[in-house]
């Protein structure tokens, strides 16, 4: 009654058949539902994959990988006060800026065959949960912007190769991945264990980039005057006389 659709038409709905399922009608469902926007959006995204052919749905679709534009970089690395991170809908790291690199230092320090993944990070190695101070939240946050970059794009083999990595490594992602949650990755408050400046509350931002789709800024910051704000300066003076190395990730 409140979606305004037949209990029939809404069971059929509920089972998949989504064939000529109008928006009007998927926003009705969703208002009945009290779906937030991330989860409304995904309703649509998983409508257009059910309305779409067979051969489209299984054809994985091969995707250039994401570049970094000389513009981007340039951009983070006017960020001074600041730790960005250029991050991919895979959660695979781009770019950084210098405080991006020592902020994220214990998941992108060394050198590294392929891209530092923050997924892979907070999943399989140990160090994770020390530096995460919530890392179940930090968890649960991560596999739903995931879930929904693979609403969007359900044909992107970089993407469902990570899954089936992380479903098969790990007990918790694939808990959490079960649980069909999703999220959109906009602005928010996080804790960090720094191993350098101990323990920091910074507030992000997501700045998304529409001339590269699923490509977005995260950036990190301190609230001004507080002991976060120092911390953060002592780790920029760590990243300048340190100088360490971090592989997988542009470092301009």
């Known amino acids: 009654m409140l979606a305004g659709v037949s209990v029939d038409y809404y069971i059929r709905i509920e089972r998949g058949n989504l064939a000529g399922v109008s928006g009007s009608v998927l926003d009705g469902v969703a208002a009945a539902l009290q779906l937030d926007d991330a989860e409304r959006a ?15 749905r299984s054809r994985p679709r091969q995707l250039p990988a994401p570049e970094v534009r000389p513009q981007v970089v340039r951009i983070i690395d006017a960020m001074t006060g600041a730790a960005a991170l250029v991050v991919s809908e895979c959660r695979d790291v781009l770019a950084a800026n210098a405080l991006g690199r020592a902020l994220f230092s214990p998941a992108i320090a060394g050198p590294q065959e392929r891209p530092a993944n923050l997924a892979r990070f907070t999943f399989l190695d140990p160090a994770a ?8 939240q930090a968890a649960r946050l991560l596999v739903g912007n995931l879930r929904t970059a693979d609403g969007r794009s359900p044909c992107d083999p970089g993407l469902s190769l990570l899954v089936e990595e992380l479903c098969a490594s790990s007990e918790d992602f694939s808990r959490l991945w079960a649980a069909h949650d999703v999220w959109r990755h906009r602005n928010g408050m996080k804790t960090f264990l720094h191993p350098v400046a101990g323990d920091m509350e910074l507030a992000y931002e997501v700045l998304e980039l529409p001339a590269d789709p699923g490509v977005v800024i995260i950036v990190y910051t301190a ?28 470092d301009r």
């Not at 507080?226 to 340190?242: G, I, Q, S, V």
Request: glycine content about 4%; overall charge negative; charged content about 25%.
């Open 42 to 56: 995904h309703l649509h995204d998983l409508t257009r994959l059910a309305n779409a052919s067979a051969p489209a």
């Open 129 to 136: 949960r020390e530096f995460f101070a919530n890392w179940e």
């Open 223 to 250: 609230e001004p005057d507080t002991a976060n704000a120092e911390k953060m300066e002592r780790l920029a003076l760590w990243a300048a006389d340190d100088q360490p190395a971090f592989g997988g990730v542009q």
